[in-house]
């Protein structure tokens, strides 16, 4: 069986106070030309230190509203991929937990009605 390569492309336009204006992505694997995006959140876990690098970028175009359904949901596929990983329903439950809290909180999704 041969192995397959594929490349992940990220080009960053930045403004003369070298904040983000435009970020566009191509991946070998997807059919699509590039693609525009308001926002990015990218880590590596460096196999010698143990530590994770990460990158966070946004454009001045992101609203306050976006960077909340963002992070919405980055926290919940973050719980997927927890449970895929480890098996941890009780942890990525807490996970999930937080996730609907937070969407509700920031008004992503609906509060759940208490029964009164």
Do not use: C, H
């Not at 030309?33 to 308001?38: H, I, L, R, W």
């Not at 460096?46 to 306050?64: G, N, P, R, Y």
């Amino acid at each position: 069986m041969s192995e397959k390569k594929s490349t992940i492309k990220i080009d960053i336009t930045l403004d003369k106070e070298k904040m983000p204006r435009s970020i566009k992505w191509s991946a070998t694997d997807i059919d699509k030309e590039v693609q525009d995006a308001k926002a990015m959140l990218l880590s590596f876990f460096d196999a010698k230190s143990k530590e994770t690098l990460k990158i966070d970028l946004w454009t001045t175009e992101m609203q306050v509203v976006e960077m909340d359904r963002l992070i919405y949901q980055t926290i919940r596929a973050l719980a997927d991929s927890y449970y895929k990983a480890t098996n941890n329903n009780k942890l990525a439950g807490a996970m999930q937990q937080f996730a609907k809290y937070f969407g509700e909180e920031s008004e992503i999704i609906p509060k759940e009605k208490k029964n009164q």
